[in-house]
T-cell receptor, first 109, second 116 residues
Framework: SQQGEEDPQALSIQEGENATMNCSYKTSINNLQWYRQNSGRGLVHLILIRSNEREKHSGRLRVTLDTSKKSSSLLITASRAADTASYFC?????????FGTGTRLTIIP | GAVVSQHPSRVICKSGTSVKIECRSLDFQATTMFWYRQFPKQSLMLMATSNEGSKATYEQGVEKDKFLINHASLTLSTLTVTSAHPEDSSFYICSATLGQLYNEQFFGPGTRLTVL
């Protein structure tokens, strides 16, 4: 399977703390994307980082990409209760978007 | 941003019946649409890729005769689960992309299918 792996599988932190999620993948990519999914809902696109980029910011989100290690991280700073959701990385190869296993993030008020 | 809708959001059906799920791009023309299946607490698994006016490309292990995909226009794709069985119960999500495949995909809100 070419599916990426994410860790941790589940993460619980206090509101206001930072949350870091990691994603590893197996094949060469064109870009890597992070998505959020609230329980039983569709996916919301958070950020896209291209293979020639190393870091990208969007609001409270910071994404890094290390193509030599085939890994990426998503940092959410100053977490809020509304950030509680599942987060998926997805890699774009030739055509398909392949999703990682996901991290379930719970923010404790 | 681009909006993708799905209908219905939830459907419950009896075993043996067929269920049709619609996916629409509301404010853009989607060159390619994708259908995913997601089991509880698991990741999204791509089922098939469809381009308007041509046959869908199914992923390995996905039965094309069971999961019929029709992409009749640039704004509508349908997934029909034929002769549904309880093991087909899942969350089905479509997505659409405009322009080049390397661009962002826009996801629908998903359809929860329960087969009794």
């Amino acid at each position: 399977s070419q599916q990426g792996e994410e860790d941790p599988q589940a993460l619980s932190i206090q509101e206001g703390e930072n949350a870091t999620m990691n994603c590893s993948y197996k094949t060469s990519i064109n870009n890597l994307q992070w998505y959020r999914q609230n329980s039983g809902r569709g996916l919301v696109h958070l950020i896209l980082i291209r293979s020639n980029e190393r870091e990208k910011h969007s609001g409270r989100l910071r994404v890094t990409l290390d193509t030599s290690k085939k890994s990426s991280s998503l940092l959410i700073t100053a977490s809020r209760a509304a950030d509680t959701a599942s987060y998926f990385c997805a890699t774009r190869g030739n055509e398909k978007l392949t999703f990682g296993t996901g991290t379930r993030l719970t923010i404790i008020p | 941003g681009a909006v993708v809708s799905q209908h219905p959001s939830r459907v419950i059906c009896k075993s043996g019946t067929s269920v049709k799920i619609e996916c629409r791009s509301l404010d853009f023309q989607a060159t390619t649409m994708f259908w995913y299946r997601q089991f509880p607490k698991q990741s999204l698994m791509l089922m098939a890729t469809s381009n308007e006016g041509s046959k869908a490309t199914y992923e390995q292990g996905v039965e094309k005769d069971k999961f019929l995909i029709n992409h009749a226009s640039l704004t509508l794709s349908t997934l029909t689960v034929t002769s549904a069985h309880p093991e087909d119960s899942s969350f089905y999500i479509c997505s659409a992309t405009l322009g080049q495949l390397y661009n962002e995909q826009f996801f629908g809100p998903g359809t929860r299918l329960t087969v009794l």
